[in-house]
């Protein structure tokens, strides 16, 4: 069996290590438009050399895998699947999971089934490691049910949410108003309070109020995700606010947490992590200012 990624960034290459190590017969190509500014001696086909994966330059190279897995960034889930179109077959799976609304997989989905290869809407629930394809994943579509079989003796960690795409990235859409929110609400409130000169008692009285929540551990957390994956959960906070609007409710409050998520991802470039958290909100809070 032969799987190959469209996208070969975090996701992708959990994935690769993980399946690898279940089923060692497993073959994989990948193919990423990093490829078409770097050819085949950049950093990414060196990455794909490195995990033993075929460097599908041009993409229809991936016309011969089995399972097609699109992994690219939140912008580019539609191309990928436009793109994807020139090559797909009768008798591919192809795997769509990127962080979108419904409405853009159900799109992909009608370019995919026009091609004749089956399409699976899969919402990945947790981060990718360490877990790689054991995280939790939701799937649907028409082919969600025939493939189950094969995706439990891969060990997948998987529940089949409905026959129509867009079921399962619903759910995470809607989820993760609530998990970026909260790291959004948690940072912009203590650089709000390191700027007010009141970060101690902040602090003390959020965890007084929401002692479950594990302070400043939990504080520390939300900045370390927001600094280093800030612009990618922008993007999905974007199709948060697609689904929302989409929805008749308010998308407004996801592209507010997308705004906080895409600043904290620019200035997790030029910040120390180490810092302690004081220092942190503080030097944030006086950077932000001064942009």
Same mark, same amino acid.
């Given at each position: 069996?032969?799987?190959?990624?469209?996208?070969?960034?975090?996701?992708?290459?959990?994935? %690769?290590?993980?399946?690898?190590?279940?089923?060692?017969?497993?073959?994989?190509?990948?193919?990423?438009?990093?490829?078409?500014?770097?050819?085949?001696?950049?950093? #990414?086909?060196?990455?794909?050399?490195?995990?033993?994966?075929?460097?599908?330059?041009?993409?229809? @190279?991936?016309?011969?895998?089995?399972?097609?897995?699109?992994?690219?960034?939140?912008?580019?889930?539609?191309?990928?699947?436009?793109?994807?179109?020139?090559?797909?077959?009768?008798?591919?799976?192809?795997?769509?999971?990127?962080?979108?609304?419904?409405?853009?997989? %159900?799109?992909?989905?009608?370019?995919?089934?026009?091609?004749?290869?089956?399409?699976?809407?899969?919402?990945v629930m947790a981060p990718v490691h360490p877990r790689g394809h054991k995280t939790p994943v939701l799937i649907a579509g028409d082919a969600a049910?025939?493939?189950? @079989?094969?995706?439990?003796?891969?060990?997948?960690? !998987?529940?089949?949410?409905?026959?129509?795409?867009?079921?399962?990235?619903?759910?995470?859409?809607?989820?993760?108003?609530?998990?970026? @929110?909260?790291?959004?609400?948690?940072?912009?409130?203590?650089?709000?309070?390191?700027?007010?000169? #009141? !970060?101690?008692?902040?602090?003390?009285?959020?965890? $007084?109020?929401?002692?479950?929540?594990?302070?400043?551990?939990?504080?520390?957390?939300?900045?370390?995700? $927001?600094?280093?994956?800030? %612009?990618?959960?922008?993007?999905?906070?974007?199709?948060?606010?697609?689904?929302?609007? @989409?929805?008749?409710?308010?998308?407004?409050?996801?592209?507010?947490?997308?705004?906080?998520?895409?600043?904290?991802?620019?200035?997790?470039?030029?910040?120390?992590?180490?810092?302690?958290?004081?220092?942190?909100?503080?030097?944030?809070a006086r950077r932000r200012k001064r942009k």
């Open positions: 069996m032969k799987i190959g990624f469209i996208g070969f960034g975090e996701a992708a290459r959990a994935f %690769r290590e993980s399946l690898a190590a279940v089923d060692p017969t497993l073959e994989f190509a990948a193919f990423d438009i990093l490829l078409d500014s770097e050819a085949g001696d950049g950093q #990414c086909a060196a990455a794909m050399r490195a995990a033993d994966v075929e460097i599908a330059i041009p993409a229809d @190279g991936l016309a011969t895998a089995d399972w097609i897995v699109s992994a690219v960034t939140a912008d580019q889930s539609l191309l990928a699947a436009e793109a994807a179109a020139g090559w797909l077959r009768a008798g591919q799976v192809y795997f769509d999971i990127n962080s979108v609304s419904p409405e853009r997989k %159900r799109r992909s989905a009608d370019i995919v089934n026009a091609r004749g290869a089956a399409y699976v809407d899969m919402a049910g025939d493939i189950e @079989g094969v995706l439990d003796g891969l060990g997948f960690d !998987f529940d089949v949410v409905g026959s129509e795409p867009g079921a399962a990235t619903a759910i995470k859409m809607v989820r993760s108003l609530f998990v970026k @929110g909260l790291e959004a609400i948690t940072v912009e409130t203590l650089q709000a309070a390191a700027a007010s000169s #009141c !970060f101690d008692y902040i602090l003390k009285s959020l965890s $007084t109020s929401f002692p479950g929540l594990g302070w400043p551990d939990f504080a520390e957390y939300q900045f370390e995700r $927001t600094l280093r994956h800030g %612009r990618r959960r922008a993007a999905e906070m974007r199709e948060s606010a697609a689904t929302l609007n @989409g929805l008749g409710l308010h998308g407004a409050l996801a592209n507010a947490i997308a705004d906080i998520q895409e600043e904290m991802g620019r200035l997790g470039f030029a910040h120390d992590m180490a810092n302690e958290l004081p220092a942190k909100a503080t030097q944030l």
